[in-house]
């Protein structure tokens, strides 16, 4: 926006115009004082006294024109990898390099290119030796900096009507470009006229949206394709799956078919890593996880319903509001639920009912996210209602650890991709937290007010130095953390894993204390139900124990006797000579013993 002012009053309406010059001083007036103003005079101290001498300022303001910087792109089709192999995926490019080396094409420019390369090398190789090297290297000292962020961009809805950002994913070439998917999570609020469009944000330019995606119902998920970075995945909230092709712009290129999809808003799509790399699945809070093929996406290719009780019965699955998958597991998914219930399940089960394996219970509302640690993938993390819980697989009875109960409901979570003892958080009060459970478990490393509204998702960079939060009202904002909290610590994988071990011990230890605290119960309560049975055997049980009482007290009184009987006759013999009655005392009591032993014989 210009702001400018146009001056249009003439200069002979400004009046007389000044005319200055140089001249020596003169003086006009000379008044002496006068003493009896003097005698009058009351000296203050201090004085203070306003005058007008100081130099005149002014303030301009200007608003300078932004540069909008535009990308354009060239179609290079030479060289590179081909679209059907994978650069990631070793086994694709070792068979892609054989394939090449027997061409003789290739042979002959090896050949051409061999001599012009080792002239370069044998250049490189000739070293000054009396060159001085590393001469004012100074020693790098290392400093432990607190923990801190920065706000380095940020992205508005273009839209009048503002939406819940609800789902962000970084481009996986680069991280250059954040996809947003937007959409009104109220139920039945949803405005007239609000639009349905999610956009794709370069983040050079947050002026405007690189491309705007339309689908046919707002979009909750929006996810890039790791292997195709042209490919998204939407998961609507009418319950279709759609995906985009950005070289064909922005329609939907395949949508499916609404009989054969969720019922749902779909809350969860993820990519699987497949050798095409066009398979998915996706989960709704119907209660349903769907795989799909998006070279055929008008149905699903396999449907698991989430009943705990594996009678695959639908009325009574929990709904689905956030998916987890390790490509190191391939044939294991992890479902959070409604219900504050994680779900673990095995894919690749011989029937229905075995997909289910197990299940995680220790939250009182919905698991708004659930990701297991990119370095343990043993260990995971949950957030729901107030807190952010890590788990380990083999504890299933409750969380190793967890944060305390917060003021305001958590929305979201994700753990650093580089250090495995930090993770985030996101707050309906629109604060961002950053948890480093090595240097502190009992509060957050760093706590940061990114806005006043409600954050809503949020998503860390491969290189864990920049954070994506998306709030309520639709604004992006990209965080830079500082170099502590994307930079992997000296031995901190040692410290996380020994931590993550002891804490798993520590459960089971009370977990046997529970299970066995539970079948003494159990035991006590099916006692009292044998009572009348076993009421002859209880008899006998309380007679043994009362003549057992009366052996024990007798041997010991018995033998307290014989020490005092000892003691009297040592006495006797070492003191004055006993009298009578001392004598007749020690005959009674040795008499006394020696009837008890023959008894006891007896």
């Not at 005698?39 to 130099?55: L, M, T």
């Not at 100074?138 to 940020?154: F, G, L, M, R």
């Not at 469009?197 to 790791?226: G, H, M, Q, V």
């Not at 998306?470 to 931590?499: F, H, P, W, Y």
Request: net charge negative; charged share 30%.
């Amino acid at each position: 926006m210009e702001i400018v002012y146009v001056y249009v009053k003439k200069r002979s309406e400004f009046g007389k115009q000044c005319n200055f010059s140089d001249r020596q001083a003169e003086i006009n007036t000379d008044i002496s004082p006068s003493p009896d103003l003097a005698a009058q005079f009351v000296e203050r101290n201090p004085v203070d006294k306003g005058i007008q001498c100081s130099a005149s300022m002014s303030e301009h303001e200007a608003n300078t024109e932004r540069f909008e910087m535009e990308t354009r792109g060239v179609n290079h089709v030479e060289g590179g990898w081909p679209k059907d192999v994978n650069p990631l995926e070793l086994e694709q490019t070792i068979r892609f390099r054989k394939k090449v080396e027997k061409d003789e094409n290739y042979i002959n420019a090896i050949m051409q290119l061999g001599s012009i390369m080792e002239h370069c090398i044998k250049q490189n190789n000739a070293i000054n030796i009396y060159e001085e090297y590393f001469d004012d290297e100074e020693a790098v000292e290392v400093t432990e900096e607190a923990p801190s962020a920065k706000t380095i961009n940020i992205f508005r809805d273009p839209q009048e009507i503002k939406r819940t950002a609800t789902h962000l994913s970084w481009h996986p070439d680069g991280n250059r470009k954040l996809a947003v998917a937007y959409s009104c999570l109220d139920f039945q609020r949803v405005p007239e006229d609000m639009s349905y469009e999610s956009y794709i944000w370069d983040l050079e330019n947050p002026n405007r949206p690189e491309l705007a995606l339309k689908p046919s119902s707002p979009l909750i998920t929006l996810e890039y394709n790791p292997k195709d970075s042209h490919v998204l995945l939407g998961g609507c909230y009418n319950g279709q799956i759609a995906f985009w092709d950005t070289r064909k712009g922005s329609l939907v290129a395949e949508l499916s078919t609404i009989e054969f999809s969720h019922r749902d808003p779909v809350y969860g799509s993820i990519w699987l890593q497949s050798k095409t790399g066009t398979e998915c699945f996706s989960a709704s809070t119907d209660g349903q996880v769907m795989w799909w093929d998006i070279r055929k996406i008008s149905e699903p290719t396999e449907v698991v319903i989430m009943d705990i009780t594996r009678k695959e019965n639908l009325e009574n699955a929990l709904g689905a509001i956030s998916l987890e998958f390790e490509s190191t597991l391939p044939t294991k998914f992890m479902v959070g639920t409604e219900q504050g219930i994680v779900i673990s399940c095995n894919r690749k089960a011989k029937t229905a009912a075995e997909k289910i394996v197990c299940t995680f219970s220790g939250h009182h509302g919905p698991i708004y996210a659930l990701q297991r640690n990119p370095f343990y993938p043993k260990n995971f993390l949950t957030v729901g209602d107030w807190t952010a819980r890590i788990w380990s697989e083999d504890s299933r009875e409750s969380s190793i650890m967890w944060t305390k109960y917060h003021m305001a409901y958590l929305t979201d979570g994700a753990w650093s991709p580089v250090r495995p003892a930090v993770f985030f958080t996101t707050k309906m009060d629109g604060t961002l937290d950053i948890w480093d459970i090595v240097f502190k478990q009992c509060d957050p490393a760093l706590s940061l007010k990114v806005c006043d509204e409600a954050l809503f998702c949020l998503r860390v960079q491969d290189n864990g130095c920049f954070i994506a939060c998306g709030s309520q009202q639709g604004t992006t904002t990209l965080l830079e953390v500082c170099s502590g909290l994307s930079t992997l610590q000296r031995n901190e994988k040692n410290i996380a894993s020994s931590m993550f071990e002891r804490e798993t011990r520590r459960e089971k230890i009370l977990e046997a204390r529970q299970r066995e605290m539970r079948l003494k119960e159990k035991g006590r309560a099916e006692g009292k139900d044998d009572d009348h049975r076993d009421e002859g055997l209880a008899i006998n049980m309380d007679e043994l124990v009362v003549t057992a009482e009366e052996e024990f007290f007798s041997v010991i009184q018995m033998e307290m006797r014989r020490k005092e009987v000892e003691a009297m006759k040592k006495k006797a013999k070492t003191k004055q000579p006993t009298t009578e009655t001392e004598e007749d005392v020690i005959e009674e009591e040795t008499g006394e013993e020696d009837k008890s032993n023959e008894e006891s014989t007896a």
